[in-house]
């Protein structure tokens, strides 16, 4: 019994490590990234900048703090929200491989982006070079493409039910259903005009570059809450993690 909570105390020390380390790469990569662009920040100028506050007029604060702070806090917060969503699923299916494109999710979503901007205009042609393709109703694409993939969730945990609920049956019922929208898509972006076509290939690459304030604020709060849900419930997860005899 000993030996074995010694071993859990190393285990939990080398994920405290790592994790710290992560925190401190994120930090200097977030420092880094606000730096540069069009205009290069010195790194001292950064650091001053960002622990003076917003409020300023510089050409240093408004180009950090109106700009290239939110966008980078948005990368960061949407890509924490991901990384926490894969542990959740590798949890559930037992499988470290395990994504959404496994299940299909990130097809099935692409799809419903690809309707939203087919079906309700969601892409035009702006009329500078840097917005020269837009999707001017990021929120209506956005609730398409969460309702397809939430769709395709129902549809993956109903087969697996039939059928008997074991994360191979899913990821293969994933597979199937993955092949099937990327096959809708492929056939969207066949009939769609020039404009819709590139709309949906500048949805599905992902953008940060027109992040707000409020958009980041958004973001952060649907995150936060899936993040505080999913922590509260980390012992049932652990629990499927290691398997029906175990738990």
Known sequence: ??????????????????????????????LITISVGAITIPLP?????????????????????????????TAVVAGAGLAIAGVAMQSVLRNPLASPFTLGLSNAAAFGAAVGI??????????????AVVVNNPYL?????FVFSLATTAIILAIAKIRGATPETMVLAGVAISSLFSAG?????????????????????????????????????????????????????????AGEETA
């Not at 019994?1 to 994120?26: F, P, Q, R, S």
């Not at 809450?225 to 419930?233: A, I, N, T």
């Open 45 to 73: 100028d950064v650091i001053a900048t960002i622990f003076k506050g917003p409020g300023g007029t510089g050409l240093f604060d408004r180009a950090l703090w109106n700009i290239r702070i939110p966008q980078a806090l």
């Open 141 to 145: 694409t956005t609730i398409c493409a």
């Open 1 to 30: 019994m000993k030996h074995n909570a010694e071993d859990y105390k190393t285990y939990v020390g080398k994920k405290a490590g790592i994790l710290i380390a992560g925190i401190i790469l994120c930090v200097v990569l977030f």
């Open 118 to 131: 087919l079906l309700f205009g969601a892409g035009t042609t702006g009329s500078t070079v840097a917005n």
């Open 185 to 241: 898509l492929m056939a969207i972006q066949y009939f769609v005009d020039d404009t819709q076509l590139a709309s949906i290939v500048f949805w599905q690459f992902g953008d940060v570059s027109r992040a707000s304030w409020s958009e980041l604020g958004l973001i952060a709060a649907v995150v936060a809450v899936c993040s505080l849900y999913l922590f509260c419930k980390r012992w049932d997860f652990n629990a499927i993690d």
